[in-house]
């Protein structure tokens, strides 16, 4: 039997093992690689304003690169390595006790709880969060004449604003979440057992979380430090909001010679200086990672011998009892610890919420007065009325089919755990269809457009990243070979690429391709109801977001035996239906997670999006860094505001969804963070 | 709520619009008609809609109302519009649904449309008059058809038929203005007159916490007007001795490259400012607005020359709506839009017999000589011209931003 099953497979023709990572390695290879080529080639160019792409190939030199290593422009790449170092290990100093309090310290409630609050911040706008640091700190705040009454401070207020230090502030701010995610994921795995035999076996509590805690906890360490440091040397901006002219980040430098500068030469230089300068920093920093414990090691005797000369001495001396510090105290001190850094990532959330009731016309500015004014201005209230009515009516008659059917006993338990859902479904595309999908519950066109465009290029990139990113994470793990390194290699570029790159790649690739045959007319004309600007914040989206699908996908499936595909194979399934049966429902959590957190990073993506978008696909983040150029108004706080309360309530209800379907909440928060 | 504070707007303003005219007039009853033509239909219907009590149907003024429909993507600086004009107003009356985008410089816009190379997707553009010429070579722009916005005929001809477009055939005047500063009083304590005064204030007890203009014609301009050199300059020496000095001297002192500091000038972000007079007229709003006592602020145009620069609508080639960019660009030119328009940006938008206008339309317009400049200052004034000296001074701005980071 096994043996005629063999024979028949050996005939048949075999697909090469990249098979299935096929359709990533051409996107990739169309929209990273050739654009980033490109951006090299451009930087041996000339610069010349006269074309309509103004760049000269024709006379290659090297002067660019000259340029940036004169002293204007280098100290700005050192300022940018300076602060993104500096708030990476921030971040570090911060984040661990807080993941380490949620991972050892809480129940299991509690750890939801903790692991809510961090994760629940970064959906709101990346952008409104950095803009409402201009609240508290500026220097005719209500901080500022508070501290001022005080006599804290100088007459002249909090002088942060404008400045490298505010930058420091909100970047760690803003990248925080991205620390203590993974190093909860990883200290949460730890078996405690190891912890125990360590104070088993006489270990303190110190050389205990540093000679068993912290090493085992090194993948989630180096997660976090790539996942923190590596945004943050690209961040735009931040700087851009916050900096003024002091603190200026090479994000922002870069993004302004393809726009005001017109250099694209000197532009294209920065990004291949800084890329590099990453990929250096992060040699450096494992280098010194593998030598310091080493360099320790060589100490170990000297440090044995002082240990027991000191042991020794306690013994002789009895316990110093104001040195141990009690379980309680310490388990206090983290727990206050994680509640100050919670109101720390919720202070800008509150501030926005607050100004969304701004009465004044600035966003930044408290008029004293609350005031749903702007509310007003936003929304048409007898609309949102109507839809919340329609929306009420439908859950209602929902509960009420529910009721009545269960005590007819007509419906069985599954089909009844679905109803609501169904119900809220029809709810939402009924009412999607009288509102012309929700366009009308606004007053002001603009930022409904906006949330929706949002949303349209957010799931679209996402639906990409979730079925080519999926293929190839399938791909790597049940075919690795050759390929699979080379192919590694280009998804671990694209991760260690800034943002700021890609979008200047594909900003500059576009008007080169678009007089293709047919792939030009789809980002020029569009496609359907698609116009060709969404077409590209697909494109330019979905990098990432495949890159961390493939990712997630590869690790749920390195972790699961193959037996199982064997097994259904050997049984005569043939490899389609394999797939189908057997591979698919295994790795449906890991694509449902990837797809979540590759629509969060696509919903709030401001970088790539401000330089490919075009008129009929301004995304939210795209109309607010526009407006952020003048005066922002209250009502973006209050699209901020919508935008939070309709991303969380399809999260919550995708969270429903899937822990019906069997995954627990736990596992979701881990494959959340990529592990 | 929302539905009401939605028709408030309009009817509020009609109402004024027909009190005023009611004052002004005095004789009753005459009525004043907006035409409303289905433009671009068949067959050519107009709609005159009946406005009693309102005798400026002979005022000399065009009030030509084209409707259209679809949406209609503008491209213009931050803040150019009334709220009310580009979102309900538009809706109501032109029937079309406006969505506005921002950009910061000239160079930004032409960047973004040379980069999707007439697929922008935009349909209105407003450039400054002299970077027009470049966007015709490049392609950037098309021909207006002035027949579909007959309202042309309410602009004071100073200010139609510039050197960059002498027969209007692709940009109409949108609203002109100059550049000044504005400083704290209770923190800058010499009388300021001079870009020179400025400039010395930035580098001494202003400096740290001055903020420039972010296009490099102001910020190198300001130089060149400092030191009676004519901003249009072309002579290596002086674009030399400017990079000199702004670059090796002066950028240490900056705190921000900002061109719209009124927001953050009422958060007390900088203690002084360059900036466009508009937007340093709102900045008095925001400062009472953020409790601050607008009166310590004193506002300075800039001598003994500045600049006059004129924005201008244009419609972008490929545009996908060009009737409705005809139809907007026509209504922001009946004299009660324009005017309203006005009020908001604070600058000029060059109706003929503008003086009257305001009399009548806005009598209680405040810090009007932030707005209208007297004929001894406009003399002063400099219009930009685009020469190879441009790329040059967008160089020593992008030094000037490397060089203040440091």
Redesign the interface.
């Known amino acids: 039997m096994t043996a005629t099953v063999a024979a028949t497979t050996r005939r048949r023709w075999r697909a090469p093992k990249y098979a299935l990572a096929l359709p990533s390695i051409i996107w990739y290879t169309v929209f990273f690689a050739a654009p980033i080529a490109f951006i090299v080639f451009y930087s041996f160019g000339t610069?010349d304003?006269s074309k309509?792409?103004?760049v000269d190939l024709t006379n290659l030199s090297t002067a660019s690169y000259k340029e940036v290593f004169d002293?204007?422009?280098f100290?700005?790449f050192r300022?940018t390595l300076r602060i993104s170092i500096t708030a990476t290990l921030l971040c570090l100093v911060i984040g661990l006790p807080v993941a380490y309090f949620a991972a050892f310290k809480v129940s299991e409630k509690w750890k939801a709880i903790v692991l809510a609050a961090v994760v629940v911040p970064s959906f709101t706008s990346f952008l409104i969060r950095t803009v409402a640091w201009?609240i508290p700190l500026?220097?005719?705040?209500t901080l500022?004449k508070f501290l001022k009454d005080l006599s804290l401070i100088g007459e002249?207020?909090i002088q942060i604003?404008?400045t490298s230090l505010a930058v420091q502030i909100a970047i760690v701010y803003n990248y925080l979440g991205f620390m203590i995610l993974p190093l909860f994921v990883a200290l949460d795995r730890i078996d405690s057992r190891m912890r125990e035999a360590s104070k088993d076996l006489g270990a303190g509590r110190v050389a205990t979380f540093f000679g068993v805690t912290l090493p085992l906890a090194g993948p989630g360490i180096i997660a976090g430090v790539l996942l923190t440091f590596i945004p943050m040397c690209g961040d735009y901006v931040t700087a851009t909001v916050l900096g003024?002219?002091?603190?200026?980040m090479i994000g922002a430098?870069i993004a302004?010679?393809?726009?005001?500068?017109?250099?694209w030469p000197?532009g294209s230089a920065m990004a291949v200086l800084m890329i590099a300068a990453v990929l250096l920093t992060l040699v450096v920093g494992t280098v010194i990672v593998w030598v310091i414990p080493r360099i320790v090691g060589l100490g170990e005797p000297l440090v044995q011998r002082w240990r027991r000369a000191m042991r020794a001495r306690q013994v002789q001396r009895g316990p110093r009892a104001g040195f141990v510090v009690g379980d309680s105290v310490l388990h206090r001190l983290l727990g206050v610890w994680t509640s100050l850094v919670l109101v720390f990532l919720f202070i800008p959330i509150g501030l926005v919420f607050l100004h969304s009731f701004n009465r004044?016309?600035?966003f930044?500015?408290?008029?004293?007065a609350v005031s749903?004014k702007w509310?007003?201005?936003?929304?048409?209230?007898?609309q949102?009325l109507n839809t919340a009515i329609r929306f009420a009516v439908f859950i209602g008659a929902g509960f009420l089919a529910k009721w009545m059917l269960s005590r007819r006993q007509m419906l069985g338990s599954r089909t009844s755990s679905w109803l609501i859902t169904s119900v809220v479904v029809l709810a939402f595309v009924i009412n999607g269809l009288v509102t012309s999908w929700y366009a009308k519950i606004f007053?002001?066109?603009?930022i409904g457009?906006a949330i929706r465009n949002s949303f349209m290029a957010a799931f679209g990139a996402t639906v990409i990243a979730v079925l080519i990113g999926g293929m190839s994470g399938v791909a790597l793990a049940r075919r690795p070979g050759r390929w699979a390194t080379v192919f590694m290699g280009l998804v671990f570029l694209i991760l260690v690429t800034p943002e700021i790159m890609d979008a200047i790649a594909l900003?500059?690739w576009?008007?080169r391709i678009?007089d293709l045959p047919i792939v030009g007319h789809i980002f020029?004309?569009g496609w359907g109801p698609f116009?060709?600007?969404i077409n590209k914040l697909w494109v330019g989206q979905s990098m990432y977001a495949s890159a961390v699908v493939t990712l997630i996908v590869r690790a749920r499936l390195a972790g699961l035996d193959e037996s199982l595909e064997q097994a259904a194979a050997d049984l005569g399934a043939p490899p389609g239906r394999a797939f189908r049966q057997i591979t698919l429902p295994l790795i449906a959590s890991a694509m449902i997670a990837g797809g979540l957190l590759s629509f969060a990073l696509c919903l709030d993506n401001a970088v790539i999006s401000t330089l490919i978008s075009?008129?009929?696909?301004?995304t939210f983040p795209?109309?607010l860094l526009?407006?952020t150029?003048?005066?922002?108004?209250p009502f973006w706080g209050v699209g901020a505001v919508s935008l939070f309360v309709v991303t969380m309530t399809s999260l919550w209800f995708l969270v429903v969804i899937l822990r019906r379907s069997g995954d627990s909440a736990s596992n979701i928060a881990a494959t959340l963070t990529g592990s | 709520m929302a539905k009401q504070l939605r028709m408030l707007a309009p009817d509020d303003f009609r109402e004024k619009l027909s009190r005023r005219a009611f004052l002004k007039g005095g004789t009753a009853a005459a009525g004043f008609a907006i035409v409303l033509a289905a433009c671009g239909s068949s067959d050519d219907e107009a709609v005159t809609i009946e406005t009693t009590g309102s005798d400026m149907a002979d005022d000399g003024y065009s009030r030509v109302v084209n409707t259209a429909s679809g949406t209609l993507a503008m491209y213009t600086w931050g803040d150019y519009n009334d709220p009310d004009l580009v979102g309900a107003l538009a809706d109501s009356t032109l029937g079309v649904s406006m969505k506005v985008d921002y950009y910061a410089s000239n160079e930004d816009l032409i960047t973004k449309l040379a980069a999707s190379n007439g697929n922008s997707g935009f349909d209105i553009v407003v450039p400054t008059g002299p970077y027009v010429p470049q966007m015709i070579e490049k392609g950037l722009i098309q021909k207006l058809d002035l027949s579909l916005i007959p309202n042309f005929s309410n602009l004071d001809p100073a200010y139609t038929s510039q050197a960059w477009d002498p027969n209007n055939e692709y940009s109409v005047c949108k609203n002109w203005g100059s550049t000044g500063y504005f400083y704290d009083k209770t923190k800058i304590t010499r009388t300021m007159e001079t870009w020179q005064d400025f400039i010395d204030a930035c580098m001494n007890e202003g400096s740290g916490n001055c903020a420039m203009i972010d296009t490099a014609p102001n910020f190198c301009g300001m130089w060149f007007w400092a030191n009676g050199i004519n901003w249009n300059t072309q002579d290596e020496a002086d674009l030399d001795a400017c990079e000199k000095f702004l670059v090796e001297e002066f950028a240490q002192h900056i705190k921000a490259f900002d061109s719209y500091p009124s927001t953050k000038l009422a958060e007390g972000a900088y203690s002084l400012a360059m900036g466009w007079n508009g937007d340093l007229r709102q900045a008095y709003v925001r400062i009472a607005d953020a409790g601050g006592n607008p009166e310590d602020w004193v506002w300075v145009l800039g001598s003994p020359a500045t600049e006059l620069w004129m924005d201008t609508y244009c419609i972008a080639a490929g545009s996908p709506n060009a009737e409705a960019a005809h139809a907007w660009i026509n209504w922001d030119l009946v004299p009660e839009i324009s005017i309203k328009d006005l009020e908001y940006h604070g600058y000029n938008t060059g109706m003929k017999d503008m003086e009257s206008l305001i009399a009548n339309l806005a009598p209680d317009l405040e810090r009007g000589e932030m707005i209208f400049f007297t004929p001894e200052q406009v003399a002063t004034f400099q219009t930009q011209e685009i020469t190879p000296a441009l790329d040059r001074m967008v160089d020593i701005l992008n030094k000037a931003k490397a060089k203040a980071g440091a």
């Open positions: 610069k304003t309509l792409l103004p002293e204007t422009f100290t700005t300022a201009r500026a220097p005719n705040g500022s002249n207020g604003l404008e003024g002219a002091k603190g200026n430098m302004s010679q393809f726009s005001g500068a017109q250099n000197l004044g016309g600035s930044t500015i408290w008029s004293n749903i509310w007003g201005e936003l929304f048409d209230g007898a949102v007053d002001y066109a603009g457009d900003a500059t576009f008007p678009q020029t004309n116009n060709g600007g075009e008129a009929g696909s301004t795209v109309a526009g407006a150029r003048s005066t922002i108004k």
